[in-house]
């Protein structure tokens, strides 16, 4: 890395929110994207409880093969396989209300990478966003609960490297109870969050919760 680089990195560590802080922000915001039109009436599929790191289905894991973290870099797509997602990222940050900005829902394959936190492959938590529907049906994420411990996710990156996820858990948790602490504390190592809406739903309120996808670093291609 460049020292231009190395002072950019270290502006942008200066200018990090605290994650105690960041976790009530981020759940507002997403828990408020609700654009659903509710005619839906199966739903979006939902984690199955075994599915959830901690809670007697999958432990929390020891990592033994975690690659080197990767220095900074902006997001430009993620994939999953498993649900034939390939969709581009924007970068969304924080509006003038302290809520994350969520990726316009004009684009339902838009996801969004949060740019308060590390970037996908660094050490750390990072986050990518997104929709579960809006007006027109089904978004980005719709599939987001079907994910299962050992599926994974492509992030690729504009330095050209890929960075590799796979998942260990997935659980979705209810807005007024969320975890901040345990979705988003580092780790040590790289990890990735992948957040949209879910749990029940209603028309004056929305998405009651948000599925959270627990993921580590398995490769960088």
């Known amino acids: 890395m460049s020292a231009s680089g ?10 990090r929110a605290p994650w ?6 981020l759940l507002t915001g997403i828990s408020l994207v609700r654009n659903g039109s509710g005619e839906f009436t199966a739903g979006p599929p939902q984690p199955a409880s075994a599915a959830a790191p901690g809670t007697g289905g999958i432990p929390s894991p020891a990592f033994t093969k975690t690659p080197d973290a990767l220095p900074y ?3 430009e797509r993620v994939r999953i396989p498993g649900l034939q997602i390939d969709a581009p990222v924007v970068p969304v940050g ?3 209300s302290g809520w994350v900005d969520a990726p316009p829902p004009q684009n339902p394959n838009l996801a969004g990478w949060f740019t308060g936190a590390v970037s996908p492959g660094e050490k750390g938590t990072a986050v990518i966003v ?3 529907d809006n007006e027109q049906g089904p978004a980005v994420f719709y599939g987001l609960g079907a994910l299962r411990k ?8 504009q330095d050209g490297k890929t960075a590799v996820f796979e998942v260990y858990g997935n659980e979705v948790f209810n807005k007024t109870q969320f975890p901040g602490d345990r979705v988003y504390g580092n780790k040590g190592t790289p990890e990735l969050r992948v957040i949209t809406c879910g749990g029940g739903f209603s028309e004056e309120n929305g998405y009651t919760g948000n599925v959270v996808v627990f993921a580590h670093l398995v490769e960088v291609r």
């Open 6 to 15: 190395s002072a950019e990195g270290e502006e942008r560590q200066k200018k």
């Open 130 to 132: 997104g929709h579960v």
């Open 73 to 75: 870099s902006p997001v």
């Open 94 to 96: 924080l509006d003038l």
């Open 20 to 25: 105690g802080v960041i976790a009530l922000v």
């Open 150 to 157: 050992g599926n994974r996710v492509e992030v690729r990156r």
